[in-house]
């Protein structure tokens, strides 16, 4: 399996980081990706991408939580860091209405950018939306953001909002602990979506499955996700790891 969007670089990590990847590494976690937050999270994810050769591989974005005043400056050094290093996407990028709208007309301009470089640099994009779909359909509709393949990460849509994005683009949906969670009801959404294009992830430290609901998340738990996509689809768990690592190897390419 592959944690297609993992945060264990935060300081949530820094005490035990050695054990949380080998208990991923035991749970058959054979590779995670490291999406960058903003200026001040790159050093830790360089360096936890550079503590585990091999399994690790790291996106670059300004995250839409930290598009502020000064994001322009911002998306300046970010896509210097982009051009200079290493990296299998851009993210994770896009719009969060649920903090704050005051950025919202200068996160749309970020997101807009930051999918220009990913198309100039034929990358992937990792797409954080929250409490802003509306407005993410709208932006894509618009004519102000080209065309990009990519992935909405931490989807918790309808089956009507993945048939709505299937009609702008060429997505793949992240899905993660929420899956497990009984008043989710994602259930018509992830058959919607469909086993070819599912991905796995667990946002840790964030959003944890059920039983570890509320207590910090980490990459060995993305087992209970496949298991309840597996549930869901009517198929096995290995149908389901086969699949979404092929999925994750088709957009973010093999390592």
Same mark, same amino acid.
């Given at each position: $399996?592959?944690?297609?969007?993992?945060?264990?670089?935060? +300081?949530?990590?820094?005490?035990?980081?050695?054990?949380?990847?080998?208990?991923?590494?035991?749970?058959?976690? +054979?590779?995670? *990706?490291?999406?960058?937050?903003?200026?001040?999270?790159?050093?830790? $994810?360089?360096?936890?991408? /550079?503590?585990?050769?091999?399994?690790?591989?790291?996106?670059?974005?300004?995250?839409?939580?930290?598009?502020?005043?000064?994001?322009?400056?911002?998306?300046?050094?970010?896509?210097?860091?982009?051009?200079?290093?290493?990296?299998?996407?851009?993210?994770? *990028?896009?719009?969060?209405?649920?903090?704050?709208?005051?950025?919202?007309? +200068?996160?749309?301009?970020?997101?807009?950018?930051?999918?220009?470089?990913?198309?100039?640099? /034929?990358?992937?994009?990792? *797409?954080?939306?929250?409490?802003?779909?509306?407005?993410?359909?709208?932006?894509?509709?618009?004519?102000?953001?080209?065309?990009?393949?990519?992935?909405?990460?931490?989807?918790?849509?309808?089956?009507?909002?993945?048939?709505?994005?299937?009609?702008?683009?060429?997505?793949?949906?992240?899905?993660?602990? *929420?899956?497990?969670?009984?008043?989710?009801?994602?259930? +018509?959404?992830?058959?919607?979506?469909?086993?070819?294009?599912?991905?796995?992830?667990?946002?840790?430290?964030?959003?944890?499955?059920?039983?570890? =609901?509320?207590?910090?998340?980490?990459?060995?738990?993305?087992?209970? $996700?496949?298991?309840?996509?597996?549930?869901?689809?009517?198929?096995?768990?290995?149908?389901?790891?086969?699949?979404?690592?092929?999925?994750?190897? =088709?957009?973010?390419?093999?390592?």
């Amino acid at each position: $399996m592959i944690d297609t969007h993992t945060h264990i670089y935060l +300081e949530e990590f820094d005490d035990d980081r050695d054990e949380v990847v080998r208990r991923a590494r035991e749970a058959g976690v +054979e590779r995670v *990706i490291l999406p960058n937050v903003d200026l001040t999270t790159v050093e830790a $994810m360089q360096a936890t991408h /550079d503590r585990y050769p091999g399994y690790c591989r790291m996106a670059m974005g300004l995250h839409p939580t930290s598009v502020e005043a000064d994001y322009r400056e911002q998306l300046d050094r970010t896509h210097a860091l982009l051009l200079a290093g290493n990296y299998c996407a851009v993210g994770e *990028i896009g719009l969060d209405l649920y903090w704050d709208k005051s950025f919202a007309r +200068e996160q749309e301009e970020a997101f807009a950018v930051q999918t220009g470089w990913a198309v100039e640099l /034929d990358l992937p994009v990792i *797409i954080h939306c929250r409490e802003a779909f509306a407005e993410m359909v709208s932006l894509l509709q618009s004519g102000r953001v080209p065309s990009f393949r990519g992935v909405f990460h931490s989807f918790t849509g309808s089956a009507d909002e993945v048939r709505t994005l299937r009609a702008s683009g060429d997505y793949y949906f992240g899905i993660n602990g *929420i899956v497990t969670f009984k008043n989710a009801h994602l259930e +018509e959404m992830v058959r919607e979506v469909g086993i070819d294009r599912l991905l796995l992830e667990t946002d840790a430290p964030y959003l944890a499955p059920v039983p570890y =609901r509320g207590k910090r998340n980490e990459p060995s738990y993305l087992p209970r $996700m496949a298991q309840r996509i597996a549930d869901i689809l009517g198929v096995t768990v290995a149908e389901v790891e086969a699949a979404t690592t092929a999925n994750a190897f =088709r957009l973010f390419g093999e390592w």
